[in-house]
């Protein structure tokens, strides 16, 4: 199996000698996903983190109104999960989604813990992920606050082009708290422009 990604990954933060890289390997589990299959749905069991091979994918809120809240995307080399109901092993409050044909590594609850037991420097490397993610949405709130949906949507353009390209109008629109059409009426004057 080709692990060459997700240990590039976890080389950025901490370094692994050659049986820590086979112990971590050992306690992955491959997945594959269809464009529009559910990876997670809200109210199930939430007992896994996943590392991104290739594709992309969609952690979305469903509101009692039925519109859908977008709250992440996650590409390839991007780690994904319903953070809070995997830590706390509580039922997803999220849905995931994936946007395209998709191929993961799982790790589940009861294997991070063991991991953590057995190569304690994986704490410190998910500590590093969650303090990036934490940071990553304190500056989203902010961008929340602090500028107009014109202004959020060039932002993240900017930020994430691969994930712009991947993305449909109407779940970036609702990643940015705006309208899709309100998105598409900016885009269109954009362009004119």
């Known amino acids: ?4 990604l997700i240990l590039k990954n976890i080389k950025k ?7 820590e890289k086979r112990y971590f390997t050992s306690q992955l589990r491959e997945r594959s996903i269809a464009k ?12 896994n983190i996943y590392f991104i ?3 992309s994918l969609r952690a979305f809120y469903p509101t009692q109104e039925g519109k859908e809240s977008t709250i992440m995307f996650g590409i390839a080399d991007w780690w994904i999960t319903d953070m809070y109901c995997f ?10 989604e994936a946007l395209e044909d998709s191929r993961l590594w799982s790790l589940d609850y009861n294997r991070l813990q063991n991991l953590f037991i057995e190569i304690p420097k994986f704490e410190r490397f998910f500590r590093i ?3 990036n993610a934490y940071c990553r949405e304190q500056l989203r709130a902010l961008d929340n606050i602090t500028f ?6 060039t932002r993240f353009v900017e930020k994430y082009p691969l994930i712009s390209e991947k993305i449909t109008q109407k779940d970036l629109a609702s990643y940015l708290g705006i309208t899709p059409e309100f998105l598409s009426s900016f885009k269109r004057k954009k362009e004119a422009t």
Do not use: T, V, W
Request: proline letters at 2%; a negative charge; charged letters at 25%.
């Open 1 to 4: 199996m080709d692990f060459e």
């Open 13 to 19: 933060h901490i370094a692994l000698n050659e049986a």
């Open 36 to 47: 529009k299959e559910m990876l997670l749905e809200q109210g199930n069991s939430c007992r």
């Open 53 to 55: 091979r290739s594709g």
């Open 87 to 96: 830590i706390n092993q509580k039922p997803a409050l999220l849905n995931i």
């Open 129 to 131: 992920l969650m303090q």
């Open 148 to 153: 107009s949906g014109a202004e959020r949507y």
